[in-house]
């Protein structure tokens, strides 16, 4: 069984246009076979990166980063259970949310010794006020790509504009659609290859 978790860094939860074409991926994903499931960034709370990776490198860890009394524990068994992540974030300021921040920012932990994240598949859906959409996926695609996600052919996302009715937004809502496809072929793709990052 794939399994497909969409993660949703929109202050604005449920409501947000971030999570309307993040819908749209996970529903392809769903229809494809996947069990998906949802984290609302907005539901949870994790505090905010230490920063010992700038301090000492050795102190920069899963089994440290674990041990707050916070969500990251929680989300980070979801995303290692999952074969595909897909990010969405609003765009704050030209990049990602504060929310999303936070997370790419403690998942330092996960990439700096172990290489949790090698073989999985990521892609990015970005909404926008005005500018900033893509400087927002690129901020994703950077981290996460370094963190040893596979991003598959039409991976980006993004919206500008419609805070009126995003609905109305047809190129967007198939793109999101494409990205959940290219999603599940990506993974089914990677499965038969073992250690394919080695290669």
């Excluded at 929109?10 to 947000?16: L, Q, W």
């Excluded at 949802?38 to 539901?43: A, Q």
């Excluded at 899963?62 to 707050?68: A, H, L, R």
């Excluded at 500018?131 to 991976?155: E, K």
Aim: negative net charge.
């Amino acid at each position: 069984m794939i399994r497909v978790l969409g993660i949703n860094g929109s202050p604005r939860g449920e409501k947000s246009r971030a999570f309307f074409l993040l819908e749209k991926s996970l529903e392809v994903c769903r229809n494809l076979g996947a069990e998906i499931d949802i984290i609302h960034l907005s539901k949870v709370y994790i505090e905010h990166c230490s920063g010992n990776y700038s301090e000492n490198r050795e102190l920069c860890n899963v089994e440290n980063c674990i041990k707050t009394k916070d969500s990251f524990k929680y989300v980070l068994n979801k995303m290692l259970l999952a074969d595909g992540i897909i990010f969405s974030t609003s765009v704050q300021w030209f990049g990602v949310s504060s929310l999303m921040k936070t997370l790419i920012d403690r998942l330092t932990s996960a990439e700096n010794k172990e290489k949790l994240f090698d073989g999985k598949v990521a892609g990015f859906i970005a909404v926008a006020e005005e500018d900033g959409a893509m400087n927002a996926i690129l901020q994703m695609v950077s981290a996460f790509n370094f963190m040893g996600f596979l991003i598959p052919p039409y991976a980006f996302v993004y919206s500008t504009g419609f805070y009126d009715d995003i609905s109305k937004d047809i190129e967007a809502i198939e793109d999101a659609k494409r990205l959940g496809r290219n999603i599940i072929l990506a993974i089914k793709a990677i499965q038969n290859i073992q250690n394919w990052w080695e290669i």
